[in-house]
C-alpha cells in the first residue's frame, strides 16, 4: 500500500494498523510494521505446531519402554520438531518480527530500503514453511533436522525432498531480509545518526545479516546437492559412488554453526537495549559490545568441525577446531561483562521485559558454560550424541533465543500494538516460563551425563525418574506460554492504551505514537545525542512537526 494518505478529514495522522483495514491491504502492504505482524503470526503458529510434536513426544518419553508412539513416528516427531522450531521459527524470528518492525523506526527511515523485496520475503517464508508443512501431511521426514547423509540422500523412506525444498527456499527468505537491512541500515539513517550512535539492537541486525548473507548460500547449495544424490545418485556423498558421506557435515556445519548466532545475536541485541532501559544508564562498553557482534559473527565461521569431533577428522583438525571454539567465547563473554558492568552502575527495575534478559543472562551463560564440556575434545567423546548435548542446545536456543524474543516482544508490545500488556500476569507467565524451562532441560544434562543417547524412544529404567522430571517440566513451560498468548490476545482487546514512551526509554522508536503512524515519523528526526542518554531527559532528538497524541489509535 502506498505510503501518502497519512491526511485525513480531521487531519489526525491515522496508525500504521487502522489505516485501511482490508484483508487485502495486508496482504498486499509494503509497509515493514504490517509485514512485521504477518511475520509474528506465522511464526506463532510454527511455534505452537513444533511445541505440539515436542509434547507428544515428551509424552512417550515418561515411560521407558515405548507406550505410546512406534519408533518411526517418534522420529518422525523429533524431526519435524526439530526443522519447524529451527528454521521457520527461530532463525527468522527477531530480524523478521522485531527487526523488520524496528530497524527503520530505530534508525529514523520511513521503510526498508526495499519494501517489495521485504513483502516478497515473507511469501517466500510461507511457501518455504508450506513445503515443509507438507512433507509432514504426506507422511513425514525421518532423518532428524540436519538430514545426515547417507540416510537422507539414499536410504530414508521418508518425504526428504519436500522438507529439504522447504527449508531450501526459506532460506531465499532470509537472505533478501538480511540485504533489505545491511542496505537500509547503510544509506538510510536519519541526519546525525552516525555509526556509533546506533542502538545496539542495530548493531546486532548488522551482524547477524554478514552471517545470513555468507552463510546461508552454502547450506541452500548442500540441500541442493542431496536432491541431486536423491535422484540422480551423484555419488557426491555415496562411498559407493566414490562420494563422501563427511562432506556433506562439514557443507551443513559450515552453515549450521554460524546458525546459532543468527539465532542468537539478535536476543543479545534485544538484551542490550532492555539492560540498559531498565537500569537506566548509557550501555557500559558500547563499542566493545558493538564490535563484538562482529567478532561473533566473524568466527562463527571458523568453528563448525567442533559438530565432527568423532567424524573421524584428523586429531590435529580436532584440536584447532576446539581452540577456535573456545575464542567464541571471547567476545561474548565481554558483552555479559559489559552488562553486568550497567547493571551494577545503574539503578535497575524488574519490569517483564528486564525479567526475560535476565533469563537470558542465567540460561544463556549455562548453555554457553556447558558448551566448553562440548568443545573440550576429551570431555566431547563422552557427551556426544547424549542428552548433554540436547540440554546444551536448548539452554542457548530456547532459553538464550527465545527468552530474548520475549523479553522483545513484550519491551515492544507496546509501541506495535499500541496497548499495554497486564503486567501482573507477564510477571507471572515469565517466572513460570523459567521455572518450566530449568526444570525441562537441567535433567537432561544428568540424562546425557549418565550416558542416555538422544534421539531413543526406548531406555534403561534407571533413568526414568529424570525423563519423567522433564516431561512435567515441560508441562509446566507449555502452560507459561500458553498463559502469555492468552493476556498477550487478551491485551490487544482489552489492554490500556500505550503512552507513546512507556518505559521513559530512549531511541527513536519512543520519539513516535504508539503504534507509530504508517511513514513511522511525521517530520525526518534529526538526531543531536548518542543512544542510551539516560542522564538527559526524553524527546532531546528532534520534535516532530505536530504533535501525535498520545497513545493514538483510530
Ligand atoms: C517447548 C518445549 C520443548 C521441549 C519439551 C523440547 C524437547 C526436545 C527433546 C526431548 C528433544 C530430543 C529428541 C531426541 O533427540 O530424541 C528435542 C530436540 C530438539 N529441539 Fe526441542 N524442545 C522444546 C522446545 C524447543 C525449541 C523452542 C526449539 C528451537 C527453537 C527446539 C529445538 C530443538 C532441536 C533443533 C532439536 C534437535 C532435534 C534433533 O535431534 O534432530 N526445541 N527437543
Ligand atoms: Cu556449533
Known amino acids: 500500500m502506498s505510503h501518502a494518505a497519512l491526511a485525513t478529514a480531521d487531519d489526525t495522522p491515522k496508525s500504521y494498523l487502522s489505516n485501511r483495514f482490508s484483508i487485502q491491504s495486508w496482504l498486499f502492504t509494503v509497509d515493514h510494521k504490517r509485514i512485521a505482524i504477518l511475520y509474528l503470526i506465522s511464526l506463532t503458529v510454527f511455534f505452537l505446531l513444533g511445541g505440539a510434536a515436542a509434547a507428544i513426544f515428551r509424552l512417550d518419553l515418561m515411560t521407558p519402554q515405548a507406550d505410546l ?51 516478497l520475503s515473507w511469501y517466500v517464508f510461507m511457501a518455504g514453511g508450506l513445503l515443509a508443512l507438507g512433507a509432514i501431511v504426506r507422511g513425514g521426514v525421518d532423518t532428524g533436522w540436519t538430514f545426515y547423509t547417507p540416510y537422507s540422500s539414499m536410504y530414508a523412506n521418508s518425504h526428504v525432498i519436500l522438507a529439504v525444498a522447504g527449508a531450501f527456499i526459506a532460506g531465499f527468505s532470509s537472505i533478501m531480509t538480511a540485504l533489505n537491512f545491511i ?65 556433506f557435515q562439514h557443507l551443513f556445519w559450515f552453515y549450521s554453526h554460524p546458525a546459532v548466532y543468527i539465532m542468537i545475536l539478535p536476543s543479545m541485541g534485544v538484551v542490550s537495549e532492555l539492560v540498559s532501559c531498565f537500569s537506566r544508564r548509557r550501555l557500559y562498553g558500547y563499542t566493545f559490545v558493538a564490535f563484538s557482534s562482529l567478532a561473533i559473527a566473524v568466527i562463527g565461521f571458523f568453528v563448525w568441525g567442533h559438530h565432527m569431533f568423532v567424524s573421524s577428522q584428523s586429531v590435529y583438525a580436532g584440536l584447532i577446531f576446539s581452540f577456535l571454539t573456545f575464542f567464541v567465547a571471547i567476545p561474548t563473554a565481554i558483552k555479559i561483562l559489559n552488562w553486568i558492568m550497567t547493571m551494577y552502575k545503574g539503578s535497575v527495575s524488574f519490569e517483564t521485559p528486564m525479567l526475560y534478559a535476565y533469563g537470558f543472562l542465567g540460561l544463556f551463560t549455562i548453555g554457553g558454560l556447558t558448551g566448553l564440556f562440548l568443545s573440550t575434545l576429551a570431555t566431547d567423546i563422552h557427551l556426544h550424541d547424549t542428552y548433554f548435548v540436547v540440554a546444551h542446545f536448548h539452554y542457548v536456543m530456547v532459553g538464550g533465543g527465545v527468552m530474548g524474543f520475549l523479553g522483545g516482544l513484550h519491551f515492544w508490545w507496546p509501541k506495535i500494538t499500541g496497548r499495554m500488556y497486564p503486567e501482573g500476569w507477564a510477571k507471572f507467565a515469565a517466572i513460570v516460563i523459567f521455572v518450566g524451562f530449568n526444570l525441562t532441560f537441567f535433567p537432561q544434562f544428568q540424562l546425557g551425563y549418565h550416558g542416555m543417547p ?73 538526531v543531536t545525542q548518542e543512544a542510551y542518554a539516560y542522564d538527559k531527559p526524553s524527546v532531546t532528538w528532534v520534535p516532530t512537526a505536530h504533535p501525535i497524541p498520545e497513545g493514538h489509535r483510530v
Not at 84 to 90: E, H, K
Not at 192 to 218: C, D, H, K, N, Q
Not at 219 to 229: D, G, H, Q, R, S
Not at 506 to 522: A, Q, V
Open 69 to 119: 508412539l512406534q519408533s518411526e513416528t517418534y522420529n518422525k516427531l523429533f524431526t519435524m520438531h526439530g526443522i519447524v522450531m529451527i528454521f521457520f521459527f527461530l532463525v527468522p524470528s527477531i530480524p523478521a518480527v522485531l527487526g523488520n518492525f524496528l530497524v527503520p523506526i530505530m534508525i529514523g527511515a520511513k521503510d526498508v530500503a526495499f519494501p517489495k523485496l521485504n513483502l
Open 183 to 247: 542496505v537500509t541500515i547503510h544509506k538510510m539513517r536519519a541526519p546525525g545518526l552516525t555509526w556509533f550512535r546506533l542502538p545496539l539492537f542495530i548493531w546486532a541486525m548488522y551482524a547477524t545479516s554478514l552471517v545470513v548473507i555468507l552463510g546461508t548460500p552454502v547450506v541452500a547449495i548442500t540441500l541442493v546437492m542431496i536432491f541431486i544424490e536423491r535422484f540422480f545418485g551423484f555419488g557426491l556423498f555415496d562411498p559407493a559412488l566414490g562420494g563422501d558421506p563427511v562432506l
Open 454 to 526: 538422544r534421539r531413543y524412544h526406548t531406555y534403561a529404567e534407571e533413568f526414568q525418574i529424570l525423563h519423567v522430571m522433564s516431561t512435567a517440566g515441560a508441562s509446566v513451560l507449555g502452560a507459561g506460554y500458553l498463559i502469555m498468548a492468552g493476556y498477550m490476545i487478551w491485551s490487544l482487546f482489552k489492554g490500556k492504551r500505550a503512552p507513546a514512551n512507556p518505559w521513559d526509554a530512549r531511541g527513536l522508536e519512543w520519539e513516535t505514537s504508539s503504534p507509530p503512524p504508517t511513514e513511522n515519523f511525521l517530520t525526518t528526526p534529526v
